[in-house]
């Protein structure tokens, strides 16, 4: 009888008549007015822009640059290319014994993007610096739309500087490589 007895309880509970609760309304949906004005206009998407890389001098340079290996740019992740600190990068330099090899790098600093406008000065090595000022010939994601890393995409005027003095310009053309 232990056993049957919770088992008719049950079987009751199952087939007694519910209750009746009072019909609930739905309540109208409220939002507030900035979410409202954010749905009748949507927020623009703006279009993507990653300029990482590296940076390789078309050949030809003229024999005051030769140790340009190249300019190699990097982007902070998500930001904006044109925001102030958004990029940071480096020159790599090829070595006087062996043209193939790196012998060193120096920073950029003051790397700024104003548009087009792509502009850096170097840190010193061995009292030499580098000042370039040029323009990107388009923007856009890099590594999807310059795939064949062949197109040209960067010219400009580059300046070398012994102790802080002009020592050779000229004005140098880059195409574009992902990188490894």
């Not at 170097?122 to 590594?143: I, P, W």
């Not at 040209?152 to 992902?178: D, H, P």
């Amino acid at each position: 009888m232990t056993v049957i007895a919770p088992l008719l309880c049950a079987i009751l509970a199952e087939t007694a008549p519910a209750a009746a609760a009072p019909p609930r309304t739905p309540e109208p949906a409220r939002r507030p007015a900035s979410a409202a004005a954010s749905a009748v206009s949507p927020p623009k998407t703006a279009t993507r822009s990653e300029i990482s890389g590296a940076y390789l001098p078309v050949d030809g340079s003229p024999a005051a640059f030769a140790e340009i290996a190249w300019i190699e740019i990097r982007q902070a992740e998500g930001q904006d290319p044109a925001v102030k600190g958004a990029l940071s990068g480096r020159l790599g330099l090829h070595t006087a014994d062996e043209p193939e090899d790196i012998g060193g790098f120096v920073d950029l600093t003051g790397l700024k993007l104003d548009g087009l406008k792509l502009s850096f000065s170097t840190t010193e090595l061995d009292g030499v610096s580098y000042r370039f000022s040029g323009r990107l010939l388009k923007l856009g994601d890099f590594a999807v739309i310059l795939a064949d890393h062949g197109e040209l995409i960067l010219e400009g005027r580059l300046t070398k500087l012994l102790r802080g003095r002009q020592v050779a310009a000229a004005n140098l053309r880059f195409t574009y490589w992902v990188g490894d």
